[in-house]
C-alpha cells in the first residue's frame, strides 16, 4: 500500500544557531508543520549558552555543559543544517547566499545571529584584540592562555579587558579566579597575575541600577582588578611579538598608556557587515528594527530576535535574557505566518531577575531597584536555573 507522502510546500530558514532559535528548533521538533522544510543555516554547530559562559571561563562548567549541540537539535526538530557564513540576502527573490556559494531558498525568514563587539574605529583592534564574541574564537585564545600559565606559572602576565559593562565585568571576575587557582596550585603568587579592567564612562554596568554598580566596583577593587574608569582606548600597538612572548601597548584619549600581554575586547554590541547591504530597516547601529510580532519593519518576511533585532515599541539591552524570552513568541508567530494565520504581539518585560556571578562561586542577584549581595545560594540558584534550561537541549544517542 503506497504511503501518501506531503510535499513540501514552504520553506523556513533560520539563520544562526542563537538562543531564540535553539528554543525554536525545540518547539518545531514538538509541534512539527506538515508541508514545512526547516533549515537551519549556522556558522558552527554548536552554540555557547551565554549564561553559563563566565562560569565554564572560571573553570565550574566543562564545553560540554555550556555548548547547545545543534546536530542532533537538528535532528529532532527534522531539519537540514548547513553549517556556513551567510553573506548576504536576495530579499526581491527570497534568497539566502552563503559563503561557499550555497543560496537557499525561503519563504519566510528568520534571523538569529547575535552581535559582536564594536572595535573597527580603534586603531589595532582588530589585528591586536581578542573579541568576546563569535565564543568560539574568544575560547579558543582563553584555552591557549590557560595553558600558557599553567607550563609558566612563574611567569607574569597582564591582562586588559575592554568594556565594563556586565560582560566584561563578569570576564575579568571569571578569568582572575580560575588563573589564580592555577598559580595557588603551582604555589606561586597571585600577584604574577594583573587585571585591568577599561571603562569609557564613569561607572561600570551603565544598563544596571546603582546598587548592583557599586557592589561590582567593590568586589573588583577588592580584589586587585585594577580599574580604568573614563578611559577611552583610541590605539593597540605592539611592543613585543615572538613565540616566547606577547605584549601589546594600549593607549587611552587622556594620554594613559598601559602594556599587557592580552586584551581582551568586550564593548558595545554590533552588527555584521553584511546586513547594510540587505534593504532590512535598521536602527543606527544596524539592527534589525522589528515589530512587536519580532516581524521586520520593512520586509513582513522576514523575522528577527536576540541581540541582532531592536524591537521598536519596547528596546532592550544586548542580553541574553532577552533571546531566551523570545523564543516561544518567536516560534508561534513562525508556525502562524506559514499557517496564514494573524500574528501576536510579545511584549518583554521592563524588569527581570538578573544573577551576576561574581567568579568565586557566589553570584548577585539584581531586579529593579532590588539588590542581594553576593552569597553561595544565589549562585546555587542561577546554576538551577541554567542547568535545567540547557537539560531541554540534551538528546539521548
Request: aromatic letters at 8%; proline letters at 5%; hydrophobic letters at 40%.
Amino acid at each position: 500500500m503506497q504511503q501518501n507522502i506531503q510535499p513540501i510546500v514552504k520553506n523556513l530558514v533560520l539563520i544562526g544557531g542563537g538562543h531564540s532559535h535553539a528554543i525554536v528548533m525545540k518547539m518545531f521538533g514538538m509541534k512539527p508543520l506538515t508541508g514545512v522544510r526547516l533549515i537551519l543555516i549556522t556558522t558552527a554547530s554548536e552554540t555557547a549558552y551565554s549564561g553559563m559562559l563566565p562560569g565554564h571561563i572560571a573553570g565550574f562548567y566543562s564545553h560540554n555543559e555550556c555548548h547547545i549541540d545543534l546536530r542532533p537539535l537538528a535532528n529532532f526538530a527534522q531539519a537540514q543544517l548547513y553549517v556556513d557564513t551567510v553573506v548576504a540576502l536576495d530579499l526581491k527573490n527570497n534568497k539566502v547566499l552563503c559563503d561557499n556559494g550555497l543560496a537557499v531558498d525561503f519563504d519566510v525568514l528568520s534571523i538569529d545571529i547575535g552581535s559582536t563587539p564594536a572595535i573597527l574605529s580603534v586603531s589595532g583592534a582588530a589585528e591586536y584584540a581578542i573579541a568576546a564574541k563569535p565564543v568560539s574564537q574568544l575560547l579558543e585564545h582563553w584555552y591557549e592562555l590557560i595553558a600558557a600559565v599553567s607550563k609558566n606559572p612563574q611567569e607574569p602576565i597582564r591582562i586588559a579587558i575592554v568594556g565594563g559593562g556586565a560582560g566584561g565585568v563578569e570576564l575579568a571576575l571569571s578569568m582572575q579566579s580560575r588563573l589564580h587557582r592555577i598559580l595557588d596550585k603551582t604555589q606561586q603568587p597571585i600577584q604574577n597575575l594583573e587585571i585591568h579592567l577599561f571603562q569609557r564612562g564613569q561607572e561600570l554596568m551603565p544598563n544596571y541600577h546603582q546598587s548592583v554598580r557599586h557592589q561590582l566596583q567593590h568586589i573588583l577593587i577588592d580584589r586587585g582588578i585594577k580599574l580604568h574608569l573614563r578611559e577611552s582606548v583610541c590605539k593597540i600597538a605592539p611592543k613585543i611579538q615572538n613565540e616566547a612572548k606577547e605584549v601589546f601597548e594600549i593607549k587611552c584619549e587622556s594620554g594613559l598608556t598601559v602594556e599587557c600581554n592580552k586584551i581582551f575586547w568586550v564593548t558595545q554590541a554590533s552588527a555584521p557587515e553584511w546586513l547594510k547591504t540587505t534593504g532590512l530597516g535598521t536602527d543606527e547601529q544596524g539592527f534589525i528594527l522589528v515589530e512587536d510580532t519580532l516581524q521586520s519593519q520593512t520586509h513582513p518576511q522576514v523575522f528577527a530576535s536576540g541581540d541582532i533585532a531592536t524591537m521598536l515599541n519596547h528596546p532592550r539591552p544586548k542580553a541574553g535574557v532577552f533571546a531566551v524570552r523570545q523564543g516561544k513568541p518567536l516560534f508561534e508567530n513562525l508556525q502562524r505566518i506559514l499557517l496564514g494565520k494573524p500574528l501576536k504581539p510579545y511584549k518583554p518585560q521592563k524588569e527581570y531577575l538578573s544573577l551576576i556571578g561574581t567568579g568565586d562561586g557566589r553570584a548577585i542577584a539584581t531586579r529593579g531597584t532590588f539588590t542581594l549581595p553576593p552569597h553561595k545560594l544565589l549562585w546555587h540558584y542561577k546554576d538551577w536555573i541554567d542547568r535545567r534550561f540547557m537539560e531541554r537541549f540534551r538528546f539521548e544517542d
